[in-house]
């Protein structure tokens, strides 16, 4: 039996509102809660995929419309030195919880620091912030439903028929969590073609060059079916270009990483994969859902301010989502 | 040749939209997902049903000074629409040209044809346009009743009048009243952002505005400032589109509690969008619409009944609209008049 956690002035607050104990003023209590961005530039997109800033903090918004929140929000810019400069800024406005996105090792350390000098609890986002919980995808898994999801399409498709596999993308971009995705898609296709050999298309961070690098390998592999796997959706857009200019919708297929808008389409959008689209080459995309980090976050910052104890590591539950429930996942607005 | 070509065309468009309209449903158990209907296991009605003779006669009586206000937008090339959703008109039939005219009197003449989605512009809900699974309005197993043309049930053939009294709530007001108003930039006149949630709280508020108690039978419209975007079209199509304010699940079950026939907005959905709750699509359509035969009314011009409400003090009004008897269809464009 260990000894209870001892409980701050703000954590009993809470402690009480969510248990439903006190007076109508612990009830009504309402947090103040930052958000320090990734990057909110304009054409910056987040982890490899095609998220950007200002959707991630758009999702804080609409899921801080239902909770007793004041959200502050702060941008880093990605730049390690204005990220502590606004984790600074959030004590100094007397938040009750910083949730933080930063990618630098070095400044987390010294945010975590200032926030423990400061007594006020952290969640971090993506990156490790020492002694706070992280929320985050699970990329390897996340590319072994990609590969799982291409290997058991050649063995209900292909069975019998030459195949090759290419991974297209910024494969050798700085971000580890693209080894990771990678990793897990060779892992994913060999459960089913443990013999499979994939090759590899650099896009160099360009999705657009996706299309002249797909086009330039399907020349070679005349003959053969091909699974795909695209690092994100809009080198999965460039690469079915390709496989429609060149005429080879009936021997490829893609399975791609992030389903963001470029996959399933906003309002009045075109959409890739769509329940009335059965046929096309993307068969679907791994979703992330980092334009709705906002609804699963939040309430792990609700459960950490009421005084609970979260897990080091909560991760995103990825799906494949394609033309059969893509709806569901993202019900479109074309409906009303 | 080109207007043969673009008929053929849009023809084809037609087919391929019908064909894509019939939903592959899955069986549900109707009576787990959605409420019985008030009116009888039988009702094909819905909130019409309360438009008695006596709500009639009574909404008359807001008939003080005559003026008519309009409600509805022009319906035209170039407005907010969805997706694939389209309206255009074709002049397919014309006597103009020289030697066509008929008689020595030379009458000529034309026509149009009309190929357009039915929830284009300023438009009404029917009780067929939204369900869970296969499951509509008083728990109607719609998969027995589709064809490739319309509906066997539930079609607006089956609505009652709407000559009853219409109230409109400005929530631009009350959100200025209450100093919490986030307005869009886009927007040239006060209106409320995209996501704002317009809560119960909010409308008994602009209700209060205006000394207004709602009645059984009450057509409620609800001006969002949003319409704002709509009138700047194509400029602000996308905008548009991208998401609206609008009322929550709970003031939509508020609203059913009154016993009104319909909810119209200057919005696309009534409803606010991105929604409440991220895993639940459009949940004001399925109470309203789907559990209680309450209409909604969308794309509702509400800035001028609203300034009107705002200089007379007087927030009620005879509502003046009618759907057509068009058999088997999920709803309607329409045209609507406030007189007061």
């Known amino acids: 039996m260990g000894s209870r956690p001892r409980l701050n002035r703000r954590q009993f607050l809470a402690g009480l509102a969510a248990f439903g104990f006190g007076p109508a003023r612990a009830e009504t209590r309402r947090f103040r809660i930052a958000l320090a961005d990734f990057d909110e530039t304009p054409g910056v997109t987040l982890e490899g995929l095609g998220f950007t800033g200002a959707q991630l903090r758009r999702s804080f918004e609409l899921a801080a419309r239902s909770l007793p929140v004041e959200m502050i929000y702060f941008d880093n810019a990605g730049d390690p030195t204005r990220a502590i400069g606004n984790a600074e800024a959030a004590i100094a406005a007397g938040i009750d919880l910083l949730i933080e996105y930063c990618a630098d090792r070095e400044a987390n350390a010294e945010i975590a620091h200032r926030l423990s000098t400061a007594g006020i609890p952290a969640l971090a986002l993506v990156y490790p912030l020492p002694g706070a919980p992280v929320y985050g995808p699970d990329n390897r898994a996340a590319g072994r439903i990609a590969g799982q999801a291409l290997g058991k399409f050649a063995v209900e498709n292909w069975s019998g028929e030459q195949v090759v596999g290419v991974v297209i993308g910024d494969i050798a971009g700085p971000n580890p969590a693209i080894n990771e995705r990678v990793q897990g898609i060779t892992d994913g296709v060999h459960e089913a073609l443990p013999t499979l050999q994939l090759a590899s298309l650099d896009t160099g961070g360009q999705a657009v060059r996706a299309d002249a690098l797909l086009t330039k390998f399907l020349q070679t592999q005349r003959g053969q079916r091909l699974l795909i796997a695209t690092l994100d959706d809009l080198a999965a857009v460039y690469a079915k270009n390709a496989i429609e200019m060149n005429r080879r919708q009936s021997d490829c297929i893609i399975v791609s990483q992030g389903l963001d808008q470029n996959i399933h389409g906003g309002a009045s959008e075109k959409k890739e994969i769509d329940p009335n689209n059965r046929g096309s080459v993307v068969l679907g995309s791994v979703a992330y859902y980092m334009d709705r980090y906002g609804y699963e976050i939040l309430p792990l910052a609700m459960r950490l301010l009421a005084g609970e104890k979260l897990p080091e590591h909560t991760v995103t539950q990825h799906l494949l989502v394609t033309a059969s429930n893509v709806f569901r996942e993202y019900p479109p607005f074309d409906m009303n | ?340």
């Not at chain 2, 509805?72 to 969805?82: C, K, R, S």
Request: charged share 15%.
């Open chain 2, 1 to 340: 040749m080109k207007i043969a070509g673009l008929a053929a065309l849009t023809g084809m468009s037609v087919l391929s939209l019908l064909a894509s309209a019939v939903p592959a449903f899955a069986e549900a158990d109707c009576k787990a997902v959605v409420a019985p209907s008030p009116f009888g296991p039988d009702d094909q009605t819905g909130a019409t049903n309360r438009v008695t003779a006596a709500v009639t006669k009574a909404a008359a009586a807001e008939i003080q000074t005559g003026v008519v206000t309009p409600m509805a937008y022009p319906l035209v090339d170039g407005i907010p629409l969805f997706g694939s959703r389209f309206s255009k008109t074709i002049l397919s039939s014309f006597a103009t040209m020289p030697g066509a005219e008929f008689g020595k009197n030379k009458l000529s003449y034309m026509e149009d044809t009309y190929l357009s989605q039915s929830h284009v512009g300023t438009h009404i809900d029917g009780l067929g346009h939204i369900g869970i699974q296969d499951c509509y309005y008083n728990q109607t197993p719609m998969g027995k009743y589709v064809t490739q043309n319309n509906l066997k049930r539930l079609g607006i053939e089956n609505l009652k009048s709407f000559a009853t009294r219409g109230v409109i709530i400005d929530a631009v007001k009350v959100f200025q009243a209450a100093n919490k108003l986030k307005a869009n930039p886009a927007c040239k006149r006060p209106c409320l952002d995209a996501g704002t949630m317009i809560t119960q709280a909010d409308l008994e508020a602009g209700l209060k505005m205006y000394n207004v108690t709602l009645r059984e039978g009450d057509a409620v419209f609800i001006n969002t400032g949003w319409g704002d975007l709509f009138e700047q079209y194509p400029a602000q199509n996308t905008a548009y589109n991208g998401g609206e304010p609008g009322i929550t699940a709970a003031a939509a079950q508020w609203l059913a509690s009154q016993k009104v026939i319909l909810v119209g907005s200057d919005t696309w959905a009534v409803e606010v969008i991105p929604g409440e709750d991220k895993d639940i699509a459009f949940p004001v359509h399925k109470t309203l619409l789907t559990d209680n035969g309450i209409h909604i009314i969308e794309n509702v011009r509400t800035q001028l009944i609203a300034d009107a409400a705002a200089n007379s003090k007087r927030a009620t009004f005879f509502l003046s609209m009618t759907v057509p008897k068009a058999v088997g269809l999920t709803g309607t464009f329409i045209n609507i008049e406030a007189i007061q």
